[in-house]
């Protein structure tokens, strides 16, 4: 058998810089180690966010990339919270894996406009790194720029180091406002007497389940309305105190798909 040498290097095509001059019996064990540490890399690789360009109104992805499973690969769950610097440029809704079979199950559920807690479950590759995105509408605001913020992130319960990156937006044309979230105006009138109706204006931004929750100030519900499933666009609320409710100060939440918005409400007699 003949064997061909690079005369540059004096290593034989195919294996790694420097491979011929290892002694025979090391190399066996060169191999072991490399076979060792390649997969520990991966495994300990840092999840990454890219940045994302697009137009108004536009629904765009995020690239978040996942590190290969290496010899843990099979089932795991990804958790954390998502932080959004600017949420009237860009409006999360869903996440969506590249690879077919990636995601088995996620959640992604608003604390409030600009944060997020998000659950993922994965089937992660031993030797490839997996693309899931985040995907969601970009929006006309005060600015263009959003940034995207991962952080508390475990994976199967092992910390991770947070991941940023951003969404970029631009118009053409003046741009419209978009309203993505609920919009709770104050009541009128307020201060509200006892035995008199006072009125609720909020809008939301999708089909949606809506209830009212009214609080006293140490945390005591007073009163639930289930108003039911109820269309996008704006939408009033009418509510009467009774008689027998104390006069004083009341946290007032409305509470949709999207999140919650509250108001702080006066009742006098």
């Keep these: 058998m003949i064997t061909r040498t690079n005369h540059r290097t004096g290593s034989i095509p195919g294996n790694p810089p420097g491979w011929g001059l290892l002694p025979l019996k090391l190399r066996p064990l060169f191999l072991l180690l490399a076979l060792l540490l390649l997969p520990g890399a991966f495994a300990f690789a840092g999840i990454t966010v890219d ?10 992805r995020v690239r978040i990339i996942i590190p290969p499973g290496g ?9 954390g919270t998502l932080r959004l610097s600017n949420p009237t440029v860009f409006f999360p809704d869903s996440l969506i894996a590249a690879r077919a079979g990636a995601i088995t199950g996620y959640s992604l559920t608003a ?19 997996d693309t899931i995105y985040l995907a969601g509408e970009a929006l006309a605001g005060s600015d263009s720029v959003c940034v995207i913020l991962l952080n508390d992130i475990t994976l199967d319960g092992a910390p ?4 940023s990156g951003a969404v970029l937006t631009r118009s053409v044309g003046p741009p419209l406002p978009y309203v993505r979230f609920a919009i709770l105006d104050q009541n009128y009138p307020n201060p509200a007497r006892q035995g008199s109706p ?4 909020y809008r939301i931004d999708r089909l949606s389940d809506v209830r009212f929750y009214f609080y006293t100030v140490t945390g005591a ?3 639930v309305a289930d108003l039911g499933t109820q269309p996008i666009g704006p939408h009033t609320f009418i509510y009467t105190p009774g008689i027998d409710v104390p006069c004083g100060v009341y946290l007032v939440r409305l509470v949709t798909n999207s999140g919650f918005a509250d108001k702080v409400m006066h009742i006098v007699r």
């Design 71 to 79: 010899p843990a690969a099979g089932p795991a769950l990804l958790r």
């Design 160 to 163: 991770r180091e947070s991941a």
């Design 221 to 223: 519900e007073l009163f």
């Design 198 to 201: 006072t009125t609720w204006a």
């Design 51 to 60: 940045t994302t360009r697009g137009l108004v109104g536009e629904h765009l």
């Design 111 to 129: 604390r409030k406009d600009s944060i997020y807690d998000f659950s993922i479950s994965l089937l992660r590759d031993t030797a490839m790194a």
